[in-house]
């Protein structure tokens, strides 16, 4: 780099430990933009900066580009840099939205800017922007007016195809994009109409036209059976595939433990341990052994240990990290590890040598954990067992499954007399456990939904939830006290807007919730435990639940509030949650006696870690709601004008959702079809009321309904109240967007 003896850079020593050749650092070049006070060309500000060589000049080129993508540049339509004054622009993500407007959720944080239609429309979901405040709009909504797009994030999509009057165009399936991409004959790739296709963005939409694609892979038909997954591995980004290099790492791995990997590894082959999952469990990464001490219990929670195979910076775990979470749909999953982890070397089945991380507890009749000690150790499970198994075992003395187990039963017998333990300890410390309906989707031939049915926790399901809660809150005390940077789950308390509702809402019931502004996970149990039995239990349930945040992970120990715990990390899953394999690398370093400093990762790394984590759990939950939704309303295609009971779960400004009964579906009945009346939303007593007839609908309430739309592509199920005699509206094509 050429030297620059009027320039002094604060910087240089950061852009010299960074770079071979370092290059002035962004400090510096803002402060001699800012000097000159006027826009200037790359040439120019190179020349300022004493760069006379072809290979710095470039660098500043790349480095002034990412600037402006990171919106403290800006260069005009002369090709020059000026700096952006932030006190009247604002840079940030564009979040899109179906109807065409959308809002930029700002880089520094604070209220989000409303986006018109018109601004969308050079825009699409996810683009960085950088845009100015234009003033107020009739909501009170800061409104923005875009200045320049500062990165693109849209590249591929997948949608489907349709042709009208010789134009061929996508409509995108990922409802945030309200863009039709258009495709150029030449870039039909033998799509048909009505097909799903993957389409490559090749001009990004403007001002005056939308965004322009060619399809560079046919999916399928609309209604192929599968189609839903493949759509949703493309619309969500879910790597589904495996790297070249992540196959070269596995090739030589099977199903038998190392002899190797063996040595220096306590010995539990001796030890009945057990696992217990579902019926359709599909891996099995937790098993558990439970003795009588003269105190209380001894507690094995054995976990398959991950960490010794997925090593940090190997193609294996970059793949991993990427992935973040296996994603369970209905009858498939994407494995967050290639199969001969996930189902061979890490599965616990029985009678197969294996390695594992072991949380040993010891537990006062209490139900408290007054020590706990972790080590690496090699076991050989003794029984597959279900819940349905352990529920007939335990709860309901099945005789033929009590001979058929009968030398692993004293030691299940204790688990169930230790489970009821942690039970009642559970509910003194006041965590909640409100039981929400799950359903499970049953498949026919040709992968056609036979029916849904509902999902009924027993106390096996308990049992080995408290023993994986136990274990979760000892690793999260013993990693405090190592001070390793680790990442735990965070679960805060309700924020004062929604606190404020629900106090309100509790008030027009006659209930109130203790503990003041500050209320603590007791007050919720004690609230939950007064409306036991009462006809709307299950709607003060779901609005106790509405008002509490989201779990995230994160390195900062703000406790677990939904489980009334100080500190609270997930150590039991590592198969398929990336933020447990962290957390058993964290406790292997503790182990192997290594100092803190060896750690390979920083409380910074897991600052980002955490929100990736949290990002792809996100990103897993919305895939795996888009294909219940999608299956849902292919389920309810042939039941256009039937009559169901249901009960309104959700109520809007726009209508009210109805769950069906026995069929744990929801549909909406929009405000157009009540009676002919002015309803008003009140969202304090979630519910719609009539103004003229009084006519109130609420949370909670049981109505009768038609399903009178349903909408595939849009994921939407129309239902009507039987009182308005609603006719059934034939299922056509999807919904046909605003031509632009």
């Not at 046919?218 to 599968?226: E, K, Q, S």
């Not at 082959?269 to 001490?293: K, M, N």
């Not at 559970?426 to 498949?443: K, L, N």
Request: glycine share 8%; proline share 5%.
């Amino acid at each position: 780099m050429a030297k620059h003896s009027n320039l002094k850079d604060p910087f240089a020593e950061r852009e010299a430990g960074k770079y071979a050749r370092p290059i002035p650092s962004r400090e510096l070049i803002l402060e001699i933009m800012r000097e000159r006070g006027v826009p200037q060309k790359l040439e120019e500000i190179a020349t300022q900066l004493e760069l006379t060589e072809a290979e710095d000049i470039e660098s500043l080129r790349r480095r002034l580009n990412a600037m402006e993508r990171d919106g403290q540049l800006l260069k005009n339509r002369r090709d020059r840099y000026c700096v952006v004054d932030h006190t009247d622009l604002i840079a940030g993500r564009v979040i899109g939205h179906a109807e065409g407007f959308g809002f930029l959720r700002p880089d520094e944080g604070g209220e989000d800017l409303y986006l018109s239609s018109k601004e969308m429309r050079a825009l699409m979901h996810d683009d960085r922007a950088l845009v100015s405040v234009r003033g107020v709009d009739r909501r009170g909504r800061r409104e923005g007016g875009l200045i320049q797009v500062l990165e693109r994030n849209t590249q591929r999509l997948v949608g489907r195809l349709f042709q009208e009057r010789g134009i061929s165009y996508v409509v995108p399936d990922n409802k945030h994009i309200a863009h039709d991409i258009l495709i150029p004959e030449e870039h039909l790739c033998a799509a048909q109409p009505g097909q799903f296709v993957l389409v490559e963005i090749i001009e990004q939409p403007t001002r005056q036209r939308d965004p322009i694609g060619k399809i560079t892979q046919v999916i399928g038909d609309h209604m192929a059976p599968g189609m839903e997954i493949e759509v949703a591995i493309r619309s969500f980004d879910l790597p589904a595939e495996w790297p070249d290099a992540v196959l070269d790492q596995i090739a030589g791995m099977d199903e038998n433990v190392p002899e190797a990997a063996k040595a220096g590894r306590e010995d539990l082959r001796h030890l009945p341990l057990v696992t217990i999952d579902g019926e359709d469990a599909r891996d099995f990464d937790d098993a558990v052994y439970c003795e009588r001490t003269a105190k209380g219990w001894k507690l094995y929670v054995a976990i398959a240990d991950v960490s010794a195979y997925v090593l940090p910076g190997t193609a294996l775990d970059e793949e991993a990290q990427k992935r973040g979470t296996s994603v369970y749909f209905p009858d498939r999953v994407i494995p967050m590890l290639p199969e001969i982890l996930s189902n061979g070397l890490c599965s616990l089945k029985p009678e197969v040598e294996r390695l594992c991380m072991v949380c040993e507890m010891y537990i006062t009749a209490e139900g408290g954990i007054l020590r706990a000690r972790f080590f690496s150790g090699l076991m050989r499970s003794k029984a597959r067992l279900t819940y349905t198994e352990v529920a007939k075992l335990l709860v309901e003395g099945d005789k033929g499954l009590r001979r058929q187990y009968r030398d692993l039963l004293p030691h299940l017998e204790e688990l169930h007399a230790l489970y009821r333990v942690l039970r009642r300890a559970r509910e003194e410390r006041g965590a909640m456990d409100f039981d929400t309906q799950e359903s499970r989707i049953v498949f026919g031939e040709g992968k056609k939904i036979e029916k849904i049915v509902p999902v009924v926790r027993n106390d096996a399901h308990r049992l080995i939830e408290e023993c994986m809660l136990a274990a979760n809150t000892a690793t999260a005390r013993y990693l405090a006290r190592q001070k390793i940077p680790h990442v735990v789950r965070v679960h805060e308390g309700p924020n004062a807007e929604k606190l404020t509702d629900l106090r309100a809402f509790l008030g027009r019931l006659g209930l109130n919730l203790g503990g003041g502004d500050t209320p603590e996970p007791k007050d919720y149990f004690v609230l939950s435990d007064q409306i036991a039995g009462r006809p709307d239990e299950h709607l003060i349930q779901t609005i106790l639940l509405r008002s509490m945040s989201q779990a995230v992970y994160g390195p900062e120990k703000k406790g677990h509030f939904g489980l009334a715990l100080d500190a609270y990390t997930h150590f039991t899953s590592p198969i398929r949650r990336y933020p447990d394999l962290l957390v058993h690398r964290a406790i292997r370093h503790s182990l192997e006696g290594k100092q803190k400093g060896e750690f390979p990762y920083t409380a910074s790394d897991m600052v980002v870690l955490g929100e990736h984590c949290s990002f792809t759990e996100r990103r897993a939950d919305d895939a795996t709601r888009d294909v219940v939704a999608w299956l849902k309303c292919e389920y309810m295609q042939d039941k256009l004008g039937e009559q169901f009971e249901g009960v309104i779960s959700t109520v809007t400004g726009f209508g009210f959702f109805v769950e069906l009964k026995d069929v744990f579906i929801e549909g909406l009945v929009h405000i157009s079809t009540l009676d002919k009346d002015y309803f008003h939303y009140d969202p304090v007593g979630y519910r719609l009321q009539g103004e003229r007839t009084g006519k109130v609908y609420r949370l909670g309430d049981s109505v009768e309904v038609v399903v009178a739309r349903v909408d595939l592509d849009e994921r939407k199920i129309d239902l009507e109240l039987v009182k308005a005699e609603a006719k059934p509206a034939p299922a056509g094509r999807p919904r046909k967007r605003r031509r632009k």
